[in-house]
C-alpha cells in the first residue's frame, strides 16, 4: 500500500482547480468528478472559486493564489476526517491534470 503525503494531495488538487478555472469544458468535468467524490458542497465551492476568479481580465496573481490556499486549506481539513478519499483524490487529481495539459499542449 503507497502512503500518500495528505498536504501534497491537496497542494496539487488546489493548484489544478484554480488552473482549471479558464476551461469551462475541463472545470465542469472537474466540478462533477469531485462532486462524486467529495459531495455537493463542495462542486458549489468550485463553481463560488470560478466566479470569484473570473473574469480573467481582472483576476490578478494574488488572487489566485489566495484561492489556492483556501482550496489546500479545505482539502487538508477534508483529508484529516476522510483520510480514505486521498487515494481517489491522488488519482482524480493526475486524471485532471493530463486532460489540462491535453487543453493547453
Known amino acids: 500500500m503507497q502512503v500518500l503525503h495528505q498536504p501534497r494531495v491537496a497542494w496539487d488538487m488546489a493548484r489544478l482547480i484554480v488552473s482549471a ?45 489566495v484561492e489556492a490556499g483556501r482550496w489546500r486549506v479545505r482539502l487538508e481539513d477534508l483529508l484529516r476526517t476522510r483520510p480514505e478519499v ?13 486532460h489540462y495539459r491535453n487543453q493547453i499542449g
Open 21 to 65: 478555472v479558464p476551461d469551462d469544458r475541463l472545470f465542469d468535468w472537474l466540478c462533477a468528478e469531485v462532486g462524486a467524490l467529495l459531495g455537493p458542497d463542495h462542486a458549489r465551492s468550485l463553481r463560488d472559486t470560478q466566479q470569484r476568479l473570473r473574469p480573467w481580465a481582472r483576476t490578478t496573481p494574488d488572487a489566485a493564489a
Open 86 to 98: 486521498a487515494e481517489p483524490l491522488r488519482s482524480l487529481t493526475v486524471i485532471a491534470s493530463g
